[in-house]
T-cell receptor, first 113, second 113 residues
Framework: EADIYQTPRYLVIGTGKKITLECSQT?????MYWYQQDPGMELHLIHY???????EKGDLSSESTVSRIRTEHFPLTLESARPSHTSQYLC????????????FGSGTRLTVV | QKEVEQNSGPLSVPEGAIASLNCTYSDRGSQSFFWYRQYSGKSPELIMSIYSNGDKEDGRFTAQLNKASQYVSLLIRDSQPSDSATYLC?????????????FGKGTKLSVIP
C-alpha cells in the first residue's frame, strides 16, 4: 500500500547532538516537504524538494538541512540540536496538478534537553 | 493580508448541530481547495477537496466554494465530539504554483456533548 513513513515518532536528545529525522514514501511522488509545527500553532514550511538532487528552503528559516538522493527518501538533519529545535516535524508528499493535496506522515516529536 | 485566512476560534457547537468553518484566500489564480483535520498531537489528514464553484458533499461533510468571493467553507452536519479538532484550509494555485499548498492557521472546533 502506498504510504509515507516517518521515524522516529518521538525523540528526546541532548543539546549539541547531531540528529537525522527520516522520511520515506512509496507513493512515487516527486514532491516532498518538511513542516515544523509547535503545539497549537500553524504549520511552517522549512524545506521542500521537487525531485532528486533538488532541495529548497521554505518560508521559515531553519538551521536544519535536507537531502534528496533517492525519490522515495527525504531526510532532515540537525547538526547540533538546541532546545529551540524542540517541535513537531511533519513530512508530506504531493503531486503536480489540480487534484492533489498533500499526504502527511505521522510526524516526529523532537525534544532537545 | 495573509494569503489564506481562517478564524482561529475556538468554535464551540453542541453535539448534533451544524459546524460552519470559513476560509478566505487572496490569490484569484487559486484553483484547488482542501480541508484537513488535525487532532491534537497528530498530523493533518485530508478530508475534503473542491475545485469547482458550488457544493461538494461527502457524508456529513459539505465543502462550499465561491471563487468570485474568494471564499471556501466546510460544513459538518450532526457534529460529534469526535469531530473536535483543528481544521486547516489549504489552497493550491495553477501552473507552477500547483506544486505547493498554502495553509491557513486553522480553526479549532470543539463539539460539546
Amino acid at each position: 500500500e502506498a504510504d509515507i513513513y516517518q521515524t522516529p515518532r518521538y525523540l528526546v536528545i541532548g543539546t549539541g547532538k547531531k540528529i537525522t529525522l527520516e522520511c520515506s514514501q512509496t507513493m512515487g511522488h516527486d514532491k516532498m516537504y518538511w513542516y515544523q509545527q509547535d503545539p497549537g500553532m500553524e504549520l511552517h514550511l522549512i524545506h521542500y524538494s521537487y525531485g532528486v538532487n533538488s532541495t529548497e528552503k521554505g518560508d521559515l528559516s531553519s538551521e536544519s538541512t535536507v537531502s534528496r538522493i533517492r525519490t522515495e527518501h527525504f531526510p532532515l538533519t540537525l547538526e547540533s540540536a538546541r532546545p529551540s529545535h524542540t517541535s513537531q516535524y511533519l513530512c508530506a508528499t504531493g503531486d503536480w496538478g489540480q487534484n492533489y493535496g498533500y499526504t502527511f506522515g505521522s510526524g516526529t516529536r523532537l525534544t532537545v534537553v | 493580508q495573509k494569503e489564506v485566512e481562517q478564524n482561529s476560534g475556538p468554535l464551540s457547537v453542541p453535539e448534533g448541530a451544524i459546524a460552519s468553518l470559513n476560509c478566505t484566500y487572496s490569490d484569484r489564480g487559486s484553483q484547488s481547495f482542501f480541508w484537513y483535520r488535525q487532532y491534537s498531537g497528530k498530523s493533518p489528514e485530508l478530508i475534503m477537496s473542491i475545485y469547482s464553484n458550488g457544493d461538494k458533499e461527502d457524508g456529513r461533510f459539505t465543502a462550499q466554494l465561491n471563487k468570485a468571493s474568494q471564499y471556501v467553507s466546510l460544513l459538518i452536519r450532526d457534529s460529534q465530539p469526535s469531530d473536535s479538532a483543528t481544521y486547516l484550509c489549504a489552497v493550491k494555485r495553477s501552473g507552477a504554483g500547483s506544486y505547493q499548498l498554502t495553509f491557513g492557521k486553522g480553526t479549532k472546533l470543539s463539539v460539546i456533548p
